[in-house]
Each structure stands twice: as C-alpha cells, then as structure tokens.
C-alpha cells in the first residue's frame, strides 16, 4: 500500500529543496552572508572535542545502519531491498547534485553543494536516503538512535566548518525525496494485523468468527465479513498508515463548506471509527434501527470495530411498500434528530425496511453527533429527494409530512440545491426537474420560500476570480519590474489623453442607442445614456455584463415594462451586440491579413488558417452529442425569446440602423480612446489592428468574473500589444491609461449618475 502521509511528506520535502535553490540561485548574496554569520569553532580546546564527538557521531551512525539493515533482513527483507534502492538513489542524486553545484560555480558550490574536495553532500544523502527507505515508522526502537546519531554528525559538521547550515538542508531533503520516491513506487508492507490475528483476538472477546473475506479495502482500512454463531459481522479495520487520508479529503470539504455544515469532522480514520461507534450507540438508544456494535477492540496498532449488519429490505427494492416506507424513514430521522444526531449521507439504498413497516438505516459511517439545525435540515433534503427518486415527488412530501402538521422544516424548499444533495442522490437527480418539482410542491399558498442559507465557503466563481486576479497581477508585476512607468507617464501628451476621455464618453451614448431600438416604448436618450453611465458604478463590484444587464431590466420596469419583456428587450439587444461584435471582428480579422501589395482581397496564409482553424474547432465542437445538445438548451431559450423583437427590428430599417450605429459607436469609442492612449505616449499601431486587439480584450473581459474585466483585460491588452510590436513600456502606460479612462474614471460619475436616477425613481 502508499500512504498519503508519504505523498505529503514527499511533495513538502521537494517544494522545501526547490525553494532553497531558488533562494540560493536568485539572492546569492544573502545566502552567503547567512553562511558567514555562523560561527565556526577554531580554538582548541573546544575543537579537539568537537573532532572527538563527530567521529564518534559517524561510527554511531554507520552501527545505526547497520543495525537496520541487519533488522530488516531478518524481519522485513522487502524493506531492506527499498532502503538499499533508495541508497543508491541518493548517491546518484547526491553526485549529479554536486556536478550540478560544480557547473553553476560561486555561492552554489561554496554553500549549497559544499566544496568539491570534501565530498559531503553524497554520504549524507544516501545516509538520509537509506534510512527513509527503511521505513522505520513501525521500528520505533531504532528510529529513535538513528535520529539523534545523524543529527548529531550533522551539528558536528556544520559547528567544524565541514559542512554549510543551508547545504546540509539541502542534503537531507533531498535524501528524503530520495527515499519517499523509493518507498511510494514500491509501497509498503500495511501494518493491518493478519486475519488469523484479529480471529485469535475476536474469540478472547467472545466473538468466535470463521475465515474473514475482504469486502471493501483502501489506505489504511479495510472491511472484513465473516459470521459467528449469531450471523454475520461486518469486521471495519484501522491501521495508522492512513492516517493522513481523511485529513485531506476533509480538508477539502472545510474549505469549500461552511463548518455549519460539515460540522465537526474527525481528522483520522481512527476518530471515524470511534464516532460511528458511539452515534450507532446514540440510535440504538433513540430507538432507531442501526447496524449494531458489537466490539471496539485495539490489536497492535490497529482499532477493529465489529458490527452485525441491518437485516431488511433497501428501499428501491421495497415496491408497493415504500410509501410507507419512506414514511416510516422520516420518522426514524425525526427521532436521530430529537437526540442530536445527523446521520450525513441519506440515499435510497441506506434505508432498510422491517416486515413490521418500521425503517432503519444500513450504516453511520457519515453520522454527526451535536448537530446543528442546518445538519440536521440537509439531512432531510437528502432523504427528501433520495425518496422521491424512488416514490415520486408527490409521495415523497406527503412521506415528509406524515409525522403531523406540517412538520417541514421552513427552510427545506430552500435547500433543495444540488450542492446540498450527497454525491450518488446530485448524480441520480442531473438532468432531471426532480428538483423544481419538489420545490413547487412544498411551497405554501402564497408562494414564499424561506431564504436559502449559505452553505459553501467559497463557490468556484470565488476561486476563479482569486485565480485570475492573481495571475493577471503576476503578469503585470513582473512587466512593471521591467520598466519606469513612471517616467512614461510623465511623458505623456495630455492633449491625446483627453482625446481617450472623449472616446470613453461616447462608449455610452453608443449603449444607449444600441438598447433603444428593441424597446417597444419611447425612452429618453439622455436618460438612457445616464443609465449606461450608471453601470460603470456597478461593475466595480460585479462582472462586466451581469451589472450591465441587471441595471437596464430594472430600468425599463421603472419605464412600464413588465419584468419578462424588459428582460426580453435586454436579451436581444445583447444578442444583436454580440452578433455585431463578432461579426466586426471577423471583418477585422480578415482585413488584417489583406496584403497591400496586391490587388486582391485575399488575406494572408496566416489569417486563413486561423479562420479555418475556428470553423474546425466549432464543427468538432457541434458533432459532439452532449457538447450540441447543451448548447442547444443553453441557446434555444434566448432564440426563442430575441427572435420576435430582432425581427420586428429588422422589419424597420430606421430601428435597425439605429441599433447598428450604435453598437458601431460603442466600439468605435473604445476603439478612440484605446489608439489615444497608444499615441499619448508616442506609439502607434494599424487602426485593423488596434480594433482587432480591443475586440479580443473585450470578449476576455466579458467572460471572466472579475469585477468588470479587473486582471483579464489588462493581461489580453498587455498581451496583445507587445505581441504586435509596441514596446513593453509604451504598451503598459498606454494600457493603464486606456482603463483609467474607460474603467476608474467613470465609475464615480457613473455613482453620482446612479444616485440621481434613483432620487428620480428612474431605477
């Protein structure tokens, strides 16, 4: 088996040796002050000692290996085969290492890899790799000598000056990387008794079970069946080589989920054991079927749990019965909840029916004594949805609300959420509406849900913006580190910097024409501009199109619109910015590669292979089944509901003008101040290549979750400038400028302009 706290272990020691070198590699100087800083003992008679002590340090240590090579071949040759592997691997490690420190020269090979005349950087290495190899974890009786022998060489070492603090680090991380490669490619011996073992166990408890067969097994657990005179058992196995794998998969799932709802999770398998002991005990106690326990016994090192497993039948199986089977099951949840008890992973097959009509549940591996109410809420969605999986939505509510009058939790329509569900009841119910019905058929007369509570910590969206945010600031550091933006700033000419602000301004009269059009009521030009204006406020706090469009709905609802034909109006003035901008670009595109030097509108090779290359892409894209029919149920909604209004549009050409102007002049704004900003700071570009660059960092924008592009933008204008020629500096006043003028800039005016319209009741 591989343990993951060796996976741990084996990526913190390679991170650790490559940050070191980094270190080493970029700030050499203070490397090699901190090795000066040492004190080296020179005097005698303190020396003379130290001498004394460090030979009797590397006979310590060579009886240490020794001593654990003898053991292993006797007790564990497998062991002894890994340590001699990573052994070797250590000195072949520790010889490129100090070739590597050779080649590189000056504070590498004076500090890090040490002298080449004193050879210390492979024994140490190979000594560090042998002994990890060894796996001394359950040899407790020599991993203790062989620490204080190796540490004590080592602080002999570094105290004679033999040895540098920072290479001999470097040497026992990379003997540990050494050794845990060895040891997770080959695996190690389990340290799970043998089953003869925890028989002989079993019968001193008074538990005689015959042979034991493997049921389920992974890192450091495995289930055993097997019967006694009784009946079966269910036999649950820990050992502490996993002792590290709900650590990290429990990490996970407090990062994501608020502790409201993961609530107080064990951190090792040992604790999970414990815990689904003592709530199985908590159950049987409230009168609720669980598996029972039988034992909790300790053998060697590892914790054995006996269980004799829930007789019954699962409730998919159940047929005619399992209304009131589902029936029964709340009920039973219902009594898990009075004594605090959440059981955490409710699915149709861990509901057992009795002949009697009574339910239990099949296991409590999940279950979470001193729940809270949210626990104990998304037990019953689980249950809730699980049933009507099996029953039907109708049967599954009129189950939940057997118990008396209305017993459903207020918050229950609220939480009925994919991301709520365990994993098989979210896989069952995808692509299903199981979920909407249920939600309609517990909402009350009136129609009200109570507000869902917040279960995740940070949603993917979160994370994404993090992500992008702070490769978009890496980009862009590490571009300012390399030039005096400051003194291009100062070289700007302003008369062109307001020439970008004039082109900013028209960005909204643009918005405001392309959105008039497809509204069937009259709508004052200045006062849509001012609302466009408006969103240069919001998309400080949100994504360039969600404030966009969220602010222009609720304007023309305060115009007379009805929520779905402004929202219809918004749509299709989007789909026809969309479908012009795209178009624009392909025009852009192609222009782009048209070459001067021949009559012919023929574009480049280049060009054309891009173009092919997107036509491919998005053929290859649509042949794909589930690919076309998600996009197809994405689209089709928004084609049927823009199709009507752009067709109206177009029947009028005076509309449909003025549509097509204004989204020309939007972009032609953008496309103003952007070649502005360029030529403020003395640098120029093909006007078919400023629009193509703008064109391209607008769609990055609109699509990342960034509040209004923030990261993306800069990071595509950034790129796509210096690509085509301008240089670095030049490129990143030219970009700041651009954003300060069509991004900051407005977002107070855009304030000031909100405020206004709200005292006019106009949003």
Not at 300 to 321: H, I, K, S, W, Y
Not at 516 to 529: E, K
Not at 727 to 735: I, S
């Amino acid at each position: 088996m591989r343990r993951p706290n060796d996976v741990v272990r084996l990526l913190l020691a390679a991170t650790a040796l490559g940050l070191l070198v980094l270190v080493t590699l970029t700030a050499p100087d203070a490397v090699a002050t901190l090795d000066r800083t040492l004190p080296v003992v020179e005097r005698d008679p303190l020396r003379t000692v130290l001498s004394v002590a460090s030979v009797v340090a590397s006979l310590a240590t060579l009886g240490v290996l020794v001593t654990v090579a003898v053991d292993a071949a006797r007790h564990r040759r497998a062991a002894l085969v890994q340590a001699l592997v990573a052994g070797v691997l250590g000195l072949v490690l520790g010889a490129v290492g100090e070739r590597v420190g050779d080649a590189a020269g000056g504070v590498v090979a004076g500090v890090l890899t040490g002298p080449r005349t004193d050879a210390a950087l492979v024994p140490v290495v190979a000594t560090i790799a042998f002994l990890v190899g060894a796996d001394l974890q359950r040899r407790r009786r020599w991993r203790t000598p062989s620490r204080w022998a190796v540490l004590a060489g080592l602080g002999c070492g570094v105290a004679l000056g033999n040895l540098t603090l920072q290479g001999t680090v470097a040497a026992v991380l990379l003997g540990s990387v050494a050794g845990l490669a060895v040891r997770l490619a080959a695996g190690v011996t389990p340290a799970r008794p043998r089953d003869e073992v925890i028989r002989a166990e079993l019968a001193r408890a008074g538990l005689p079970v015959d042979r034991l067969e493997v049921a389920e097994q992974h890192a450091g657990l495995v289930r055993l069946t097997g019967t006694d005179p009784t009946g079966p058992v269910c036999v649950t196995v820990v050992d502490p080589d996993g002792r590290g794998l709900p650590l990290v998969r429990r990490a996970g799932r407090m990062l994501r989920f608020r502790a409201a709802v993961v609530g107080r999770p064990s951190l090792s398998q040992r604790g999970d054991l414990e815990r689904e002991a003592s709530s199985a005990a908590l159950a049987a106690a409230a009168g609720v079927r669980v598996p029972a326990i039988v034992a909790l016994l300790a053998v060697g090192p590892a914790l054995v749990l006996v269980e004799r497993p829930l007789a019954g039948t699962p409730l998919p199986e159940a047929g005619d019965a399992a209304e009131k089977g589902l029936a029964a099951a709340f009920a039973a949840l219902r009594r898990l909840h009075a004594v605090g008890l959440a059981h955490g992973a409710l699915t149709p097959d861990a509901v057992v029916l009795d002949p009697d009509g009574t339910a239990g549940f099949r296991e409590m591996r999940a279950a979470q004594p001193a729940a809270g109410e949210l626990q104990r809420d998304l037990d019953t969605v689980a249950l809730l949805v699980g049933g009507a999986t099996v029953v039907g939505p109708d049967a599954a509510v009129a189950a939940l609300r057997s118990g008396g009058a209305d017993p459903t939790p207020a918050r229950v329509p609220a939480l009925l959420q994919p991301v709520a569900l365990p994993a098989a009841v979210r896989r069952a119910v995808r692509g299903t509406e199981l979920l909407a019905e249920l939600r309609r058929a517990l909402t009350g007369p009136d129609g009200t849900v109570a507000a869902a509570p917040r279960l995740e910590r940070f949603s993917p969206r979160v994370i994404l913006t993090v992500g992008a945010s702070t490769v978009a600031a890496f980009l862009l550091a590490s571009q300012l580190s390399q030039v005096s933006i400051v003194d291009e700033l100062r070289g700007a000419d302003p008369l062109w910097l307001l020439v970008a602000l004039g082109g900013s301004a028209l960005t909204y009269v643009g918005a405001a024409l392309a959105l008039i059009p497809f509204v069937p009521i009259a709508l004052p030009l200045v006062r849509t501009t001012l609302v466009q204006l408006s969103t240069a406020w919001l998309t400080l706090v949100t994504p360039p199109t969600v404030g966009h469009v969220g602010l222009n709905i609720r304007y023309l609802q305060r115009a007379g619109l009805t929520v779905g034909a402004a929202a219809a109006s918004v749509a299709v003035s989007q789909v026809a910015t969309v479908a012009a901008t795209v178009a624009l670009l392909l025009v852009v595109g192609w222009a782009s590669g048209v070459s001067t030097a021949r009559l012919s509108l023929v574009p480049s090779g280049d060009v054309l292979l891009v173009l092919l290359g997107a036509v491919a892409v998005v053929g290859l894209l649509a042949a794909i089944a589930p690919v076309r029919r998600l996009l197809i149920s994405r689209l089709e909604p928004l084609v049927r509901q823009s199709l009507p209004q752009l067709l109206a549009a177009a029947s009028e050409p005076r509309r449909l003008a003025t549509a097509l102007g204004g989204i020309l002049l939007q972009n032609a704004g953008y496309v103003l101040a952007l070649d502005a900003s360029l030529r403020a700071f003395d640098a120029s570009l093909a006007l078919p290549t400023v629009i193509g660059v703008y064109l391209v960092s607008s769609a990055v924008g609109s699509v990342a979750p960034t509040p209004g592009g923030l990261g993306a933008v800069e990071a595509a204008l950034l790129g796509g400038l210096t690509a085509t020629g301008v240089p670095v500096a030049a490129a990143l006043a030219a970009v700041l400028a651009f954003r300060v003028v069509t991004f900051w800039l407005p977002a107070p005016l855009g304030w000031v302009a909100f405020l206004r319209l709200q005292r006019r009741q106009a949003i």
